[in-house]
């Protein structure tokens, strides 16, 4: 419980600061800069680190309530976003995040990311994703749901997520992250094929790892 208590916290105020406390204590000048540089605090959800953010804290905060009550069914729906989704998308966001940013610093944001996330914060969003999955697959025993079923859910949050990129690139006509804007459309369709390929490797990941610590192994 405390575990879960802890990390829905964490994310909790992880969304609260993205939406308030960048905003906090700077000139009218910085907030105008940071507006530009983020198109605003409502245009934040167009940010893959934001939809696992809200999707952790709703996981974590939800697990520690049914830590409390144990409703039999809650658990099963909770294993189930937690296989499907939580553990590899967690695992993508922090994976592809750093490594893009290993490549380029500017792949990722344009600007100077220490000049609007301080660097502790930037950790927080984007290294703590996947430690909280992997402790919670770690402290926690999951049943994983048929590969089939999990993957496909799997698979269709992240072409929703694509299709609101694609939706607000056509209101826009940039792309949420810079890297997208200097590929062609066929590199830009293979690096969207190649991630749904990656997001079914981190399932199979999460429910490897999950049967050599609890031997619970679903196929």
Not at 67 to 74: A, E, H, K, R, Y
Not at 78 to 103: E, N
Request: hydrophobic content about 50%.
């Amino acid at each position: 419980m405390l575990v879960h208590a802890g990390l829905a916290v964490h994310f909790i105020f992880a969304l609260w600061y993205l939406r308030y406390g960048i905003w906090i204590r700077v000139t009218p000048e910085e907030a105008k800069k940071r507006i530009k540089d983020v198109g605003g605090p409502h245009n934040l959800i167009q940010f893959l680190t934001v939809w696992i953010l809200f999707l952790q804290a709703y996981f974590y905060a939800i697990s520690t309530v049914n830590d409390l009550i144990n409703i039999s069914f809650v658990q099963a729906l909770l294993d189930y976003v937690f296989a499907a989704l939580v553990f590899p998308c967690s695992i993508f966001v922090t994976v592809m995040f750093w490594t893009l940013v290993r490549i380029d610093p500017k792949a990722i944001f344009e600007g100077n990311l220490n000049d609007v996330l301080p660097s502790w914060f930037n950790h927080s969003v984007h290294t703590m994703p996947a430690i909280s999955a992997v402790l919670e697959v770690l402290s926690y025993p999951h049943v994983y749901p048929s590969s089939m079923s999990g993957i496909t859910t799997l698979q269709i949050f992240a072409a929703t997520y694509i299709t609101c990129c694609f939706y607000s690139n056509t209101l826009s006509g940039t792309w949420a992250y810079p890297f997208l804007n200097k590929l062609s459309m066929p590199k830009r369709t293979l690096f969207f094929a190649a991630s749904h390929l990656v997001l079914a490797i981190f399932y199979h990941c999460g429910n490897l790892i999950n049967y050599i610590v609890w031997g619970l192994l679903f196929s």
